[in-house]
């Protein structure tokens, strides 16, 4: 949960992940705290490539802005760069929490496996 919600440009992300960690019976307080990948410093490094992955999948030109804190800019941003940003933060938060459980749970069969067999030993 806190993987793919770190992908998607919402307000109260960590809020959003915890809401759904209890009732799909995931671990609460991983699924929020890994939200915390996009934090203020990674956040546009990985937005900005979300963006790109978007223009690459819907194939669209990449088109040139730069970043106003203004409801204005928010508001026009929405129609030239918000398709493929959206897409792209899609794809990445599916990725991302998809590597995430697979990853995981291959890294928990390990350790399981690794402790059955030191007790046979």
């Known amino acids: 949960m806190g993987l ?7 307000p109260f992300q960590m809020v959003l992940a915890a809401a759904l960690a209890i009732p799909l019976r995931v671990n609460l307080p991983i699924s929020v705290a890994v939200v915390w990948i996009t934090n ?4 546009p490094p990985i937005f900005y490539c ?8 819907l194939g669209q030109p990449e088109q040139h802005f730069a ?8 508001l026009e941003s929405l129609t ?13 938060a599916s990725l991302a929490s998809a590597v995430g459980y697979f990853g995981v749970d291959l890294l928990w069969r390990r350790s399981v496996r690794k402790a059955w067999l030191n007790r046979h030993k």
């Open 4 to 10: 793919f919600f770190a992908f998607i440009p919402v």
């Open 40 to 43: 203020p410093l990674t956040m």
């Open 50 to 57: 979300s963006y790109l992955i978007g223009v690459l999948v």
């Open 67 to 74: 970043f106003e804190p203004s409801w204005q800019w928010f």
């Open 80 to 92: 030239t760069i918000g398709p493929a940003f959206l897409v792209g933060s899609l794809i990445c």
